[in-house]
């Protein structure tokens, strides 16, 4: 699988579970302070989201990694 994908000459990195780097798509969208990854994962909808995706995980991995 490829693991990079280009958004307006930025490079959009994926890891070996298919997520996309948060840091790199908020590079990619112009780097906005209110579009931060860290506003993105305080947001009450993607606490929902991140939950959701938790309990309906079937193949154990971790919808969401801060590193």
């Known amino acids: 699988m490829n ?9 959009v990195r994926r890891d070996a579970f298919g997520r996309y780097s948060l840091n790199d798509l908020h590079r990619a ?13 305080r947001n009450e909808q993607t606490e929902r ?11 154990n991995i971790e919808p969401v990694n801060v590193i």
Do not use: R, T, Y
């Open 3 to 11: 693991n990079l994908m280009v958004i307006d000459g930025i490079e």
């Open 29 to 41: 969208a112009g780097s906005l302070d209110k579009h931060k990854p860290a506003f993105w994962l």
């Open 49 to 59: 989201l991140i939950s959701e995706l938790q309990i309906c995980n079937s193949v």
